[in-house]
C-alpha cells in the first residue's frame, strides 16, 4: 500500500525525469495525516514578492541552507505562474516543460524590467519573449551569498543536477521518519 504523500512524491520525481531532470532517489514510508491538524502548516513556501531575508526564513526553519534555497529555485527552469493561482503570470524560461539550468542562464543574461501582472502584482519581463522574474528569483542576484550558487549552476548543468538530486530527496523528505529504500 502505497500512501498518498508517497504517490506525490513519486510523481514529482518522476515528472522531474521526464522533463529531463536529475535522478533523485525515493524512499517509501511516508504516512498520510489524518486530520487537517496533522497536515502540515501554512506558510512553507515563500512569498513570491519577497526577497532574501524571506526566503532564509521560509527554508532555514525547516533545516535547509542557502544552497538549497538556489537549488531549489532553480525548479522554476519547469512551469509557469498563473494569475488565477498565485497573482502572478508567465513561464519562468522559453521552455517551460524542459527540466535543466536554463533558470539560471536566464537569471544572468537577459535584462529584466520591472512590470506587473495582469492582476497588478509586481514582476519582472525580459524583452518580448514571454519570461518573468519574481521578485524572489531576482533576490538570488542581489543577495551576495546566493549569487555564487546561480554563477556556478548557469555554468554547469551536471553540478545543477547533481546538487538538485540531493537538495530535493531532502525537501520531499522533510518530517518523514523510517523511510526505507525501494528494492
Given at each position: 500500500?502505497?500512501?498518498?504523500?508517497?504517490?506525490?512524491?513519486?510523481?514529482?520525481?518522476?515528472?522531474?525525469?521526464?522533463?529531463?531532470?536529475?535522478?533523485?532517489?525515493?524512499?517509501?514510508?511516508?504516512?498520510?495525516?489524518?486530520?487537517?491538524?496533522?497536515?502540515?502548516?501554512?506558510?512553507?513556501?515563500?512569498?513570491?514578492?519577497?526577497?532574501?531575508?524571506?526566503?532564509?526564513?521560509?527554508?532555514?526553519?525547516?533545516g535547509l541552507s542557502d544552497q538549497d534555497i538556489v537549488i531549489l529555485s532553480g525548479a522554476h527552469t519547469v512551469g509557469s505562474c498563473?494569475?488565477?493561482?498565485?497573482?502572478?503570470?508567465?513561464?519562468?524560461?522559453?521552455?517551460?516543460?524542459?527540466?535543466?539550468?536554463?533558470?539560471?542562464?536566464?537569471?544572468?543574461?537577459?535584462?529584466?524590467?520591472e512590470s506587473k501582472a495582469s492582476t497588478g502584482n509586481p514582476q519582472f519581463a525580459a524583452g518580448g519573449d514571454g519570461t518573468m522574474?519574481?521578485?524572489?528569483?531576482?533576490?538570488?542576484?542581489?543577495?551576495?551569498?546566493?549569487?555564487?550558487?546561480?554563477?556556478?549552476?548557469?555554468?554547469?548543468?551536471?553540478?545543477?543536477?547533481?546538487?538538485?538530486?540531493?537538495?530535493?530527496?531532502?525537501?520531499?523528505?522533510?518530517?518523514?521518519?523510517?523511510?526505507?529504500?525501494?528494492?
Amino acid at each position: 500500500d502505497m500512501s498518498h504523500a508517497a504517490f506525490c512524491a513519486l510523481a514529482s520525481i518522476v515528472a522531474v525525469k521526464e522533463m529531463g531532470g536529475p535522478d533523485v532517489a525515493f524512499r517509501v514510508g511516508r504516512k498520510d495525516a489524518a486530520t487537517v491538524d496533522e497536515s502540515v502548516e501554512e506558510g512553507r513556501h515563500p512569498d513570491a514578492d519577497k526577497e532574501s531575508d524571506h526566503l532564509r526564513s521560509v527554508f532555514h526553519r525547516m533545516g535547509l541552507s542557502d544552497q538549497d534555497i538556489v537549488i531549489l529555485s532553480g525548479a522554476h527552469t519547469v512551469g509557469s505562474c498563473h494569475a488565477d493561482r498565485s497573482g502572478f503570470e508567465g513561464p519562468w524560461t522559453a521552455d517551460p516543460n524542459k527540466f535543466d539550468n536554463s533558470y539560471f542562464v536566464d537569471l544572468i543574461n537577459k535584462e529584466w524590467k520591472e512590470s506587473k501582472a495582469s492582476t497588478g502584482n509586481p514582476q519582472f519581463a525580459a524583452g518580448g519573449d514571454g519570461t518573468m522574474m519574481l521578485i524572489s528569483d531576482l533576490a538570488l542576484m542581489k543577495d551576495e551569498k546566493f549569487k555564487p550558487f546561480v554563477e556556478k549552476y548557469a555554468k554547469d548543468e551536471k553540478a545543477f543536477f547533481d546538487d538538485f538530486a540531493v537538495s530535493y530527496q531532502k525537501l520531499i523528505e522533510l518530517g518523514c521518519t523510517d523511510l526505507q529504500a525501494v528494492a
